[in-house]
């Protein structure tokens, strides 16, 4: 089944302590995302891929981090987490080179005290 | 960056009835999606537009690319229970400098009473 994942899907955490939620896609898509969803704020790109070793900073990229070291594989990064990252986030791919009609994986929950 | 007014927010109907939503832009799109979001999951593609004027079907749901490339509006007609839901529109423009994203809507909020 074509899809998009992520884990791990609820994550609590505290401040300062590194931590890694990983994204993985079996669609051979080229470019992939993340994002942040907050309440009243929407859907924030957090940063993207449009492939292999090629990464670049969305709209909201303080305090993250992320690598493309295979096509199918984005993780991002939280090298010291603070409660203001407390958020809703999605990883998201799209065949094409640009976003385009980006696949959403199921989103992680992230809680940092 | 670019901005996306979805309206309206919420919207609280009854079912049966038809729906009505739209966003427009301070900018030119050349791609409008709709999403639709469940509580708990994430995203999920409705209907893609890639052409000014393009009026797109997908069952019940009908949704348009504005001719000027600012707006898009989406329709669901006889709603039903399972439509309940938090609709986003998206707009993406390709330039092809490398530097292109999805600027998502605030989402519509939808709510179906019984």
């Known amino acids: 089944e074509a899809q998009v994942t992520q884990n791990p899907r609820y994550l609590i955490t505290v401040t300062g302590k590194k931590l890694t939620v990983t994204c993985s896609q079996n669609?051979?898509?080229?470019?992939m995302s993340w994002y942040r969803q907050d309440p009243g704020l929407g859907l924030r790109q957090i940063y993207y891929?449009?492939?292999?070793?090629?990464?670049d900073k969305g709209d909201v990229p303080e305090g993250y981090k992320v690598s493309r070291k295979e096509k199918r594989n984005f993780p991002l990064i939280l090298e010291s987490p603070s409660p203001n990252q407390t958020s809703l986030y999605f990883c998201?791919?799209?065949?094409?080179?640009?976003?385009?009609?980006?696949?959403f994986g199921p989103g992680t929950r992230l809680t940092v005290l | 960056g670019q901005q996306l007014n979805q309206s309206p927010q919420s919207m609280f109907i009854q079912e049966g009835e038809d729906v009505s939503m739209n966003c427009t832009s301070s900018?030119?799109?050349?791609?409008w999606l709709w999403y639709k979001q469940d509580p708990g999951e994430g995203p999920v593609l409705l209907i893609a537009?890639?052409?000014?004027?393009e009026l797109t079907s997908n069952g019940r749901l009908t949704a348009q690319f504005g001719i000027t490339r600012k707006d898009s509006f989406l329709n669901i007609s006889a709603s039903i229970p399972s439509d309940v839901g938090i609709y986003f529109c998206?707009?993406?423009?390709?330039?092809?400098?490398?530097?292109?994203?999805?600027?998502f809507g605030k989402g519509t909020h939808l709510i179906i009473q019984p």
């Open positions: 998201a791919s799209s065949p094409g080179q640009g976003a385009g009609e980006q696949f």
């Open positions: 669609m051979n898509h080229e470019y």
């Open positions: 891929s449009m492939n292999v070793e090629v990464t």
């Open positions: 900018s030119i799109f050349n791609t």
């Open positions: 537009l890639y052409k000014a004027g």
């Open positions: 998206a707009g993406f423009m390709y330039s092809g400098g490398g530097a292109d994203g999805l600027t």
